[in-house]
């Protein structure tokens, strides 16, 4: 079984910077490319970024490449997103994920799911 934990949201200026973490269980972490989404109130929830298994290989929305940045610490089962520049329209709940197979900015792509970590900007 595994289990996906986000932390790290919060309340912010726009502008500001927050660093969100996801803590996974389970050993195949290291071995598995993750992702992370949000979800603004009352939108679809939208694909923000992705990380193969070894954190060579990076994948970005478009609209959030130039500003937000996905990394991992395979040694403490942990991935991250590092938010800067941030918008209002950041505004989301934001959620990590593990990828099973398939496109990566799919939510279908994706089998197990953290409960997710609200970030606010403030304008």
């Known amino acids: 079984q595994v289990q996906l934990v986000e932390s790290g949201g919060g309340l912010v200026q726009a502008g500001g910077s927050v660093r969100l973490s996801c803590a996974a269980s389970?050993?195949?972490?290291?071995?598995?490319?993750m992702g992370w989404f949000r979800q603004a109130p009352g939108k679809e929830r939208e694909f923000v970024a992705a990380i193969n298994s070894i954190g060579s290989g990076t994948y970005y929305a478009d609209s959030m490449k130039d500003r937000f940045t996905i990394s991992r610490d395979n040694a403490k089962n942990t991935m991250y997103l590092q938010m800067d520049s941030l918008k209002p329209e950041d505004t989301a709940e934001y959620y990590c994920?593990?990828?099973?197979?398939?496109?990566?900015?799919?939510?279908?792509?994706?089998?197990?799911w953290g409960q997710g970590t609200q970030v606010t900007v403030s304008s």
């Open positions: 389970g050993r195949a972490f290291s071995s598995v490319i």
């Open positions: 994920a593990r990828h099973r197979s398939g496109t990566l900015f799919l939510l279908d792509s994706y089998d197990y």
